[in-house]
């Protein structure tokens, strides 16, 4: 089983940038497709950000789309996700997960254990 560690999240201002990192570790997930999703206090788990095995396939969800980036290393052995622009409202912990593709990510369906997460407070 794939486990997972989110790390990179922190105290940001409004207009800030922070770079998220998923690491693996037991298994590579070479074979997996990656995604990024997040929990603000009080509201459902959301998909973020999605990139397939190759890392030719990126999905993301519009609240972050031109803002987001999400990437993979050429050893697939780390994921990341670039955030420019932040907004108070980006303000939640994220967390990484892996699924068979990027469309069973984006609807959170039939996806690996969670991890701890990271996270990130957006000051206004």
């Known amino acids: 089983q794939v486990q997972l560690v989110e790390s990179g999240g922190g105290l940001v201002q409004t207009g800030g940038s922070l770079r998220l990192s998923c690491a693996a570790s037991g298994r590579t997930f070479s074979n997996y497709a990656v995604g990024w999703f997040r929990q603000a206090p009080g509201k459902e788990r959301e998909f973020i950000a999605a990139?397939?095995?190759?890392?030719?396939?990126?999905q993301y969800a519009d609240s972050v789309k031109g803002r987001f980036t999400i990437s993979r290393d050429s050893a697939k052995t780390s994921v990341y996700l670039q955030m420019n622009s932040l907004k108070p409202e980006d303000t939640a912990v994220y967390y990484c997960?892996?699924?068979?593709?990027?469309?069973?990510?984006?609807?959170?369906?039939?996806?690996?254990?969670w991890g701890q997460g990271t996270q990130v407070t957006v000051a206004s």
């Open positions: 990139i397939s095995t190759s890392g030719a396939i990126k």
């Open positions: 997960n892996v699924g068979a593709n990027t469309g069973i990510l984006r609807s959170q369906t039939d996806l690996g254990s």
